[in-house]
């Protein structure tokens, strides 16, 4: 997470993690519990498989429930009434090509939980997302790359 403690996140987005934290700590809790119980009373739990993956799977559980808690009690909503036209900022739709003479492709800037890259969802958190937070139409960004530095030129912003 960022070093600001801010989670950006849409309300769709808030909406669908309260509903994981609230899975997490009932449903998923109760099956863990209960998967433990089962596994204790097959006795040695020195050599006891079931027992070690439902503790595992506890373990995963627990730190997923910290981890939403901590992002929603971080949690900056996205709104579109505070994005200021024509400037990329978290929440825009932006239209960028790759300079000399790339394709142009098209992101929707969102928070780290609900990037997806295959979706056109990026993270403002990323290479390609921080570097274009604060451009205009026009604008080009530099972005280092494993196989050397990539040029993109800002097409459109909404």
Known sequence: MSVSNKFYVTAEGLRRLEEELEYLKTTKRAEVKERLKIARSYGDLSENSEYESAKDEQGMIESRILLLENQLRNAVIIREEDKIAG????????????????????????????????????????????????????????????????????????
């Open 87 to 158: 400037i990329v900022s978290v929440g825009s739709v932006v239209e960028i090509r790759e300079v000399p003479d790339g394709e142009s492709e098209e992101y929707k800037i969102v928070g780290t939980a609900e990037a997806d890259p295959m979706q056109g969802r990026i993270s403002n958190e990323s290479p390609i997302g921080s570097g274009l937070l604060g451009k205009k139409r026009g604008d080009k960004i530099t972005i280092p790359a494993p196989g050397g530095e990539i040029e993109f030129e800002v097409l459109d912003v909404r």
